[in-house]
């Protein structure tokens, strides 16, 4: 499912973690603190990430399926798998991400940051 977003989005009171392991796309995502979102991460692993979903409470999360090479699908990555919506931002398209996927709002790589955090308050939308 592809996502659109336009404006400028209000994200206060909305923690995201951001797992993305290219720092300029990382680098990007984390400018959501600006519209006022608390930003956790980015991370690079699901490891991290997995942690960090452990210690806290979260209103979404931003998901690349393959961080370093370790993919996010066998365990529908950490997010998904304790009940926090997420964003998939992957180079992967449709055809290469499995079924159970399809219908998590997603970005393809190259995209534009500001149009993964235009989409974050679709995430916490899912979340209330």
């Not at 992967?92 to 974050?120: C, H, M, Q």
């Amino acid at each position: 499912m592809a996502i659109e977003s336009t404006g400028s989005p209000d994200l206060s009171n909305g923690r995201i973690l951001i797992v993305e392991d290219e720092y300029y796309l990382a680098d990007g995502l984390a400018r959501a603190r600006a519209a006022g979102a608390e930003v956790v991460g980015p991370v690079g692993s699901l490891g991290e990430a997995d942690a960090l979903v452990r210690e806290g409470n979260f209103g979404g999360a931003i998901l690349d399926i393959n961080l370093r090479g370790e993919m996010a699908f066998p365990g529908g990555g950490p997010p998904g798998s304790k009940g926090i919506p997420f964003i998939v931002a992957s180079g992967y398209n449709s055809a290469v991400i499995p079924d159970r996927f399809l219908a998590v709002p997603r970005v393809e790589k190259p995209f534009n940051p500001g149009e993964v955090i235009g989409a974050i308050p679709l995430l916490l939308q899912r979340r209330s």
